[in-house]
């Protein structure tokens, strides 16, 4: 088999492959909600988790529509009301998974750190420093209220709390 490498030919694949693509974006944001909300936490859809959501994926604002809180691992990113905030692998991106998983629960620091970092830069300041990331991150992206839901005024704990905020 012989491949012409015609750049018209190029531009019209590549542009056939972009509305492939945009259509299955299309599809996945139109049934992924139905996805999510059916899996329990922690329930593994493949060999690798791509979505979950918190253990109460509605949240409602009031008489304001429902918002899912979805952690996706595959994109390491958080949507929340409408938006996506990308993460990156990084520790605000393990620290939001964790605090997810119990929603409205807090968690001691020592716990977190344990959990996350190795045992060479375990300290409160980098987790301290790991929240105030997060809660930038999720400000920037227009989740200011999420951002304000994760609560650290008890002393050495944190805690994602959705209940008291939007119910």
Known sequence: MHIVNHPTATTERLARIAACLR??????????????VGLAPGAAVASRQPLFATDRP???????????LIIDEAT???HWANRTCYLG???????????????????LCDVLLE?????????????????????RKLTSAGMEDLAEAIDGSTTHHY???LNSRFS
């Open 23 to 36: 259509q299955a974006t299309l599809l996945i944001e139109e049934i992924a909600p139905d996805i999510v």
């Open 58 to 68: 509605e949240i409602r604002s009031g008489n304001g529509p429902a918002r899912p």
């Open 76 to 78: 390491f990113s958080v």
């Open 89 to 107: 692998n990084t520790k605000p991106f393990r620290l939001m998974e964790r605090l997810a998983r119990r929603p409205n629960h807090l968690v």
């Open 115 to 135: 959990e996350l970092w190795d045992q060479y830069s375990r300290s409160r300041e980098v987790l301290r420093a790991a929240v105030k990331m997060l809660r």
């Open 159 to 161: 805690g994602l709390m």
